[in-house]
């Protein structure tokens, strides 16, 4: 079982650009949930995906948007990208409010 | 707007000495209380869920106690190793697996 895998594992964008994050859950999970982590803060909740619909959302703004695809997978989309967006975004995946298993996380940086 | 606390922010200690962390989150509408353990470049790790009030649960040198009525959770390290060096991060949920997670406190144990 390879876990949780995200990719990239790096990547650098303009501001303005639009980029797209990519997880695969823990085999048998069904249940996708991405976070935010900027410098010196802890994970920030962005959304949770479950039946390829949003269940939950956090106090992000619209330019943030994600799909869940049949096989659990799921993307992360940010569009206008901001400098602010850099960040380390991470993807857990989980089933049926049990512990939620982490990726090793995309390292965004925007310039 | 849920807040999660953690202290100390950062802590360095000698290899062999104990210690222990603080978690503080909202007494309402309270679910699991979680622990991971972060080490540079890895995936969070989970630890403890932690679901009742006056759990106790122990890993190896690491073991955690939890009280729901006023909303705190000790995480306590045994003989600390340089090996346990990392960032160890609480997280409440109230439902749906979603974490809300302390800034967490990033712990270097020196030989």
Redesign the interface.
């Known amino acids: 079982d390879a876990?949780?895998t995200q990719s990239p594992t790096h990547l650098i964008k303009t501001r303005g650009q639009q980029v797209t994050l990519r997880c695969s859950p823990k085999s048998g999970h069904d249940?996708v949930?991405w976070?935010q982590q900027a410098l010196?803060?802890?994970?920030?909740?962005i959304f949770?995906y479950y039946e390829e619909e949003e269940?939950?959302r956090?106090n992000f703004p619209d330019r943030f948007s994600g799909h869940q695809f049949p096989n659990y997978s799921s993307e992360l989309n940010v569009n206008a990208l901001l400098l602010g967006d850099s960040a380390l975004y991470?993807c857990?995946s989980?089933f049926d409010?049990?512990?939620?298993?982490?990726?090793?996380?995309t390292r965004l940086t925007v310039v | 707007i849920l807040n999660?606390e953690?202290s100390p922010q950062s802590l360095h200690v000698q290899e062999g000495d104990s210690t222990n962390f603080t978690c503080s989150f909202p007494s309402s509408n309270f679910?699991a209380l979680?622990w991971?353990r972060w080490e540079t470049?890895?995936?969070?790790e989970?630890l403890f869920?932690m679901t009742l009030n006056g759990d106790e649960k122990k890993k190896g040198r690491i073991s955690a106690t939890l009280n729901t009525k006023e909303g705190y959770s000790y995480l306590y390290i045994k003989g600390s190793q340089p090996e346990d060096s990392a960032t160890y991060?609480c997280?409440f949920t109230s439902?749906?697996?979603?974490?809300?997670?302390?800034?967490?406190t990033m712990l270097l144990v020196s030989p």
């Open positions: 876990g949780v249940t949930s976070y010196g803060q802890g994970p920030q909740f949770q269940r939950q956090g991470l857990a989980s409010r049990q512990g939620a298993f982490f990726g090793q996380g | 999660v953690q679910y979680h991971y470049a890895k995936s969070p989970a869920v991060l997280a439902g749906y697996s979603t974490l809300t997670f302390g800034k967490g």
